[in-house]
C-alpha cells in the first residue's frame, strides 16, 4: 500500500524554524516528484514547494521563497521542508504528495496524499 507520512509539524513563535518530513512506505519515492501543499481554515489548499525526482529542480511559491527550502534524500525515502523564519500566515495543515510529472505544484498533478501535519506560527 502507497502510503506518505507527513511529521514536524508543531507550534512555533513568529520568526521561528521547522522541518517537515514526508516519508514513504510501500514505495520508492526515486520516480516522483513530491509536492508540498498547505491548506488553512477556509481556504484552497495551495502549491508552497515542489522538487522533481532527481532533486535538482524546485519550485516555491512567492509567499515562501526565501524562507523555505525543499530537499529529498532518496536513499531515506524522505522528502523535506525546512521552514524559516515562520510567519502567522503560514499557519496550515501541510500535506505531500507525489506526482509522476513535474509541472511547477500543479495539484491536480498530485496524488497519494498524506494524513497532513499542523503548523501553527502564534506568540
Not at 536513499?75 to 500535506?95: F, G, R, S, W
Not at 509522476?100 to 496524499?113: A, E, G, H, I, K
Amino acid at each position: 500500500q502507497l502510503q506518505l507520512v507527513e511529521s514536524g509539524g508543531g507550534l512555533v513563535q513568529p520568526g521561528g524554524s521547522l522541518r517537515l518530513s514526508c516519508a514513504a512506505s510501500g514505495f520508492t519515492l526515486d520516480y516522483y516528484a513530491i509536492g508540498w501543499f498547505r491548506q488553512a481554515p477556509g481556504k484552497e489548499r495551495e502549491g508552497v514547494s515542489c522538487i522533481n525526482n532527481s532533486g535538482d529542480i524546485t519550485y516555491y511559491a512567492d509567499s515562501v521563497k526565501g524562507r523555505f527550502t525543499i530537499s529529498r534524500d532518496n536513499a531515506k525515502n524522505t522528502v523535506y521542508l525546512q521552514m524559516n523564519n515562520l510567519k502567522p500566515e503560514d499557519t496550515a495543515i501541510y500535506y505531500c504528495a507525489t506526482s509522476q510529472l513535474f509541472r511547477l505544484c500543479v495539484r491536480t498533478d498530485y496524488r497519494n496524499w498524506g494524513q497532513g501535519t499542523q503548523v501553527t506560527v502564534s506568540s
